[in-house]
């Protein structure tokens, strides 16, 4: 790896985030919350509930690495450690398309972690 200077780095996990928009009609609040966020359950067997999907770059760190590359000309870069398949190469193609470095990204074996969005 060839060294460089960055203004910035980014240290955490890399995860995608798959956005799903649903009729709130179909969503039952649990009885507990955990920080902010509201739990929610569906119906089993639903079909119909989703309108819209998105995804993008998910994780606290590179959220921010990423906003910022959009604020500054900050030299970036991003270290964490990601699987072999296809959507930790979709990950790193998108964090370079913010400009973010990416050659701190560790491959190995494996798979990319997920999370799941529900907004209604």
């Known amino acids: 790896m060839t060294k460089r200077k960055f203004h910035?780095?980014?240290i955490g996990p890399?995860?995608?985030?798959?956005?799903?928009?649903?009729?709130?009609?179909?969503?039952?609040?649990i009885s507990y919350e955990r920080g902010v966020m509201?739990?929610?359950?569906l119906e089993a067997g639903l079909k119909e509930?989703?309108?819209?999907?998105?995804?993008?770059?998910?994780?606290?760190?590179?959220?921010?690495v990423c906003m910022l590359?959009?604020?500054?000309?900050?030299?970036?870069g991003y270290f964490t450690k990601l699987g072999s398949?296809?959507?930790?190469e979709?990950?790193?193609e998108d964090l370079q398309d913010f400009g973010v470095d990416t050659d701190g990204?560790?491959?190995?074996e494996g798979e990319a972690g997920a999370s799941i969005i529900v907004t209604d």
Do not use: M, P, Q, V
């Open 8 to 10: 910035l780095i980014g």
């Open 85 to 88: 398949d296809a959507i930790s």
């Open 69 to 76: 590359s959009r604020l500054s000309d900050y030299s970036l």
């Open 105 to 108: 990204i560790i491959r190995e």
């Open 14 to 29: 890399l995860f995608e985030d798959l956005i799903i928009d649903i009729r709130a009609r179909y969503t039952h609040e």
């Open 49 to 64: 509930a989703a309108t819209n999907f998105g995804r993008s770059t998910g994780g606290s760190a590179a959220n921010i």
């Open 90 to 92: 979709w990950l790193i």
């Open 38 to 41: 509201k739990h929610l359950c």
